[in-house]
């Protein structure tokens, strides 16, 4: 069986696991017998899903959602890797600033979104600010090793050969610890879409996903609250996507070179 | 064999852990007849529920057989627990149980506690809303488009025959205090027993228009499900009983159920008993706990306004009895 898998293409291996998922869910709902509002099946979700659809609802929130989590991946990845650059290569900053930024990594993100929205007046850049911090750390991290992973030989090489600080950036550093930080920007799409439901929670609002999930519930629409969460599992695979989509270009170099 | 030593004193610790955990969990001797229910409170621990508290610490519980534990979690989690049969009560309001009824929860309200609908309309004394025809053209801000307080808040323009449309409403999230004291909006909208007594205790004088002078909505109260009430009507019978001894202990002697509160109440001190003599009217009924028949077809009707119900209840009236307060 896994032979014969292993020989289709890969979108016909997608699409198996797919419906067997969907499969394995309407079985646990029809041999569990549950209530429509403990667990829904696909039929209920779908048929949620075409209300929504139609009436407008799911694209208007869906797309307030997503205007707050790329904002808040790029300003997370603006601020993270000029500070990781920062801590990479000064001893000083990085005894100075680590510390303070890895005990900052202890504070529940769900503890401090409510006082974010009491500081921010504005509801949209508190959600913003919410995903910032959520997207910051991983993509700092990953900065951080990805320049550390340059063999000292090679900064030796480029010294010999004059280079100036610029140019060993630009022909060593970066193209060096593009691939840890690509790597990162995947996790950090991901958690940029969690940490703007996360501040859609604490913040409703009137509008956004979260505000839909919160209503849902009220409402008890388990069923609305799955379309919801499908949702934002395809807004974080769909950013996902295109991150690894940049990856396969950008390092194409890199696959060439194997 | 060192090794061996600290693997068995690793071993020891942990059941000495267990021990100690295990242990405190069964130190109430004696109360092994009782029947420990959990019940979720939909807040925090708070003086508003200063009845719960009384009839728990004068054993009115006990005295019907029940130990209860109170669960501060989220309104709608204990209506899907009632609902789905994994606890027999919760304490809810009203408007909810009609939402969850629509969605085929089985929950019926066997309690009134709240007689009255406890949202309220507040603005500075000098702001000029001192009815709710007043509002026509004002801004007024609710914690979002969802819950009690916009519940109580589309009930009261519609009872006063005013358009939502000729409100300016904005979300403020749960910032109502600050809101109105930086001008920000010119009314707020919240609980008739928490914002007025946080800015009158920040000096503001305030007005307040309660959505209960308009209109009567059904406002919390204790629920249970279809299967308890079928199969265990007595445990509900029980339970109401022992709490409405604990409301009429509460309506007489606030001060005392106050005083009870700390015991339950962390950190609790004397800074909150005005929230506990502002909740006093909103309870206050004769007979205690009865629940209207017409509160909820107003109800149903606001909610079917707001366009939270698509459609009226196939039947209305199995959302509730009064079975156990009569």
Redesign the interface.
Known sequence: MMSFLNRQPAALTTAISFLLLILGWHLLTVLGDY????LPGPADVWAQFQVVVADGRLLRHTLITFSEIVPGLLIGVLIAAPLGYLLANSPLANRLISPYLIASQAIPIIAIAPLL??WIQS?YWSRVLVAVLVVFFPILVNVIAGLRSVPDELYEVMVSLRASRGQIFRKLEFPAALPVLLAGLKVGATLAVIGTLVGEFV????EGLG?LL??A??????DLVFVVLLTLAALALSLYGLVALAERRLLRWQANGK | MRVMNRYLLIVFLILLLVACGSNESATPAGDADLQTIRLPMGFIADPQYAPFYVAAEKGYFAEAGLEIEFDYSFE?DG??LV??GELPFAVVSGE?VL??R????PVVYVMEWFQQFPIAVVSKANAGIDDPADLTGRTVGLP????ASYVGYIGLLSANDISPDDVIAE?I?F?QV?SLLSDQVEAVVGYANNEPVQLAGRGEDVQVIYVADSIDLVANGIITNEDTLAQNPDLVAGFVDALLRGLVDTLADPEEAYAISKQYVEGLDDSRYPVLEASLPLWEADPLGVTDPDTWQQTEAVLREMG?LDAPLDNLEAAYTNEFVE
């Open positions: 209530d429509r509002f403990i929205t009491i509801t913040q409703p609002k009137s505000f919160v209503t519930r009220y409402q008890f629409k388990t | 709608t209506i899907a609902g789905a909810q939402l969850a629509a969605q085929g929860l979002g488009f969802f819950g979300d999230g910032t600050e939270l």
